[in-house]
């Protein structure tokens, strides 16, 4: 009778392969993506998007993910106001719309002059949340990111892109001693293998030690590159790359290709430089943005993964992120900064 | 010389006990509260907030988790324009900070005309990932209600709540068969044993079996229930509480209190009705919205929890919102539906 009764009703199939293994990456990853805050936002103003520019980083993914390019072939994603998606939507139909076979990519963009004016003055990457000034910092400042990071999810999937906003503090990720400790990534996972993108970003984070912190875009992309192995890493400037010095400096120097060897040390190979640059005096910002991305980079190339730091909205943004410039073939007209590992692949 | 070494550097206390056993609550849970997507926007508006209610709630809330009142002894937690809390947060210092010694509470709230175009449009919560419009509006679906949990979260921030928006799907939870399968809560209690009231959505999540669904705000509810055992739990809506029949029907009658027994049964206690209420039929709305609430509701009475369902924004939501309405002292002037289990406790 139990025989009877398992054939009559079978327990349905999943029809969702990728739970099948939880937390395994079933698709190819090509790239992750950093969109610099200082790419997307207008760093001086505060709350303020670049619009023209996130627009630009958005079209160029969409071209790198080699979703079509035509407009009557890619389907907007952003139904809400105002973009009036919602005419648009009520006329198409399953049958009519494009299939989505992109090449996974997962983005994590950093906070620019969204979030850093609330984090400093209360001090949240200091930690102490029993003061009532970091625990109300803590508060406003996640409000400003996620506000960012609702808005790149919008512009990107405006252009089609299936990308899914997923907060690091929701994910659990937390920090001990303002290093990365408990981070599933579980989740991200089964969100790429179901053919989305995960847009994650720098957020407030509770840290094992001091209470609370910051973890930044930056050093995401580092712990992502390292359990996912992407391809490729891109990072979205609003400079060519990296110079010897300040490029505000007339005299500054781009250094082409930068190689890290197996114990963490590295050269600049082009173009050759009497001098090694000392990044920590060198320092492009205040904040000492260039230095944490030169040294989170280092990490990745060291995996042997590529690293390429470029200017956004740029031809050579474009063919970064679509994977054209490899070692091999860096041509004489692109600017760019390509940070890779010694061993030869 | 061992012994000497780890004299003069002993390892650094952690200064967070909570991490110290991740996972367990260790403050005392008072409530759950659900805000109604019918009481916090406008039903019929696409995408439209129910400011003047959404503002009522707020206060309501921070005067329930005995936040001093007067505007001089709280801090505002949304620094993020066009608020205008920059000027004020500059004069601001943590010694004159008013201390934070809230109760904790964990806010759930549904999506009203958030998200409800861009689900029903595509199906998501039929599933069908591999169907574009079914992605698409997948990602739409959640833009859409992200977008309401980050109005909610600056709403409940400005009057000195200190909320972290907590989005299902990046926290990672999913469904089989729509039913609550993976959700790991543990962040969720890390954010509550460091003081801070995590605001939870409905939300469009992955499905083990059809690929995608909607996960309710009410299922939301019940899980944490289950799972947190608060003292009560509150659901605000848009209507008094339950009624034997549609509220717009002159006749109806509001059912004040029903007891669930612990086989599941349940009955009318207050007023005594000549007739068993069938919900399936009564129901409130076409979404069936009213008999998925009282059936959470239920469930979570059978476990000891008592289970206000009121009005938003009015004097009786507030007082159910403080745990004034016991079952022994339900006032004949308060407005509400007590469900509860028949257990005397």
Redesign the interface.
């Known amino acids: 009778m139990r025989g009877d009764e398992s054939e009559k009703e079978p327990p ?1 199939p ?3 392969p990728s ?1 099948g293994c ?1 937390g395994i990456l079933n698709r190819h990853l090509r790239c992750i993506v950093k969109l610099g805050g200082a790419a997307i936002t207008c760093k001086n103003e ?2 303020t998007i670049n619009e023209e520019n996130l627009k630009m980083v958005s079209l160029q993914l969409r071209r790198a993910m080699a979703i079509p390019d035509s407009s009557d072939e890619f ?7 105002p973009d009036g ?2 005419d648009y ?2 006329e ?3 049958d009519g ?4 076979d992109l090449d996974s990519f997962v983005i994590v963009h950093g906070a620019g002059s969204f979030g850093h ?2 984090a400093s ?1 209360s001090g949240v990457h200091k ?1 102490g ?1 029993h ?10 400042t ?3 990111v ?2 960012l990071n ?1 808005e790149v ?2 512009a990107l ?1 405006r252009e ?1 892109i ?6 690091p ?4 990720w ?1 920090t001990v ?1 303002r290093n990365m400790a ?1 981070a ?1 990534i ?2 991200v996972i ?2 790429i293998n ?3 993108v995960p847009v994650l970003h720098g957020d407030a984070v ?7 912190t910051i973890l930044s875009g930056d050093v995401i992309i580092r712990y992502l590159a390292q359990q996912l192995r992407p391809d490729y890493v891109v990072f979205l400037t609003d400079v060519f790359g990296v110079y010897d010095r300040p490029p505000t400096d007339p005299s500054a120097i781009l250094l082409r290709e930068i190689v890290v060897n197996e114990d963490g040390s590295w050269h600049i190979l082009n173009p050759t430089v009497a001098e090694q640059v000392d990044f920590t005096v060198a320092a492009h910002d205040t904040t000492g943005g260039m230095v944490t991305k030169i040294s989170e980079a280092a990490m990745i190339a060291k995996l042997g993964i590529d690293v390429y730091i470029v200017k956004a909205g740029t031809s050579h943004s474009l063919r970064a992120l679509k994977g054209e410039m490899t070692r091999d073939n860096i041509a004489g007209d692109w600017l760019g900064t390509i940070i890779r590992g010694s061993k030869t692949v």
Chains 1, 2 share one sequence.
């Open positions: 349905p999943p029809q969702n739970f939880r505060i709350e389907l907007g994603m952003n139904w809400s106001k998606g919602l939507v009520s198409v139909e399953n719309c494009p299939k989505l004016f609330q003055k930690g949340l003061l009532p000034l970091v625990k109300a910092g803590f508060v406003a996640r409000i400003s996620t506000s609702l999810v919008k999937a089609g299936p990308s899914l906003g997923m907060s503090l929701a994910c659990g937390s001693g408990s599933d579980s989740h089964e969100v179901n053919g989305f509770l840290d094992d030690l001091q209470g609370c």
